[in-house]
Nanobody, 126 residues
Framework: VQLQASGGGLVQAGGSLRLSCVAS????????MGWFRQAPGKERDFVAA????????RYAPSVKGRFTVSRDSAENTIYLQMNSLKPEDTAVYYC????????????????????WGQGTQVTVSS
């Protein structure tokens, strides 16, 4: 499985962006998909996760209520809709995937995921 993230850019505080992550290869309902971010000089942080079947989602407290993760099965794509962006959301955002559905309980941990995409830069100006 290969993951290709896109959709980053420069936006003013309060604005919105939608990130996309296209997965090549066979994705089934067992997969867990995640979004992480890494700001300069900081560790990679969990942002959101969902199982490919769409029944379960997880969010970091810092983004809950502002970000929404979703997927389009036909397009093999997951999305991260980011609203009410803040300067502290500035980071490189990465998508990740793992074929083991039981890792959903540990989806906040980057080490749970087998596949990673390249990052896409999100910059929020104040």
């Amino acid at each position: 499985v290969q993951l290709q993230a896109s959709g980053g850019g420069l936006v003013q505080a309060g604005g919105s962006l939608r990130l996309s992550c296209v997965a090549s290869g066979r994705i089934n309902s067992n997969y867990v998909m995640g979004w992480f971010r890494q700001a300069p000089g900081k560790e990679r942080d969990f942002v959101a996760a969902m199982n490919w079947g769409g029944q379960s989602t997880r969010y970091a407290p810092s983004v809950k209520g502002r970000f929404t993760v979703s997927r389009d099965s036909a397009e093999n794509t997951i999305y991260l809709q980011m609203n009410s962006l803040k300067p502290e959301d500035t980071a490189v955002y990465y998508c990740a995937a793992d074929p083991r559905r039981w890792i959903m309980s540990a989806s906040r941990m980057g080490s749970s995921y087998e596949y990673w995409g390249q990052g896409t830069q999100v910059t929020v100006s104040s």
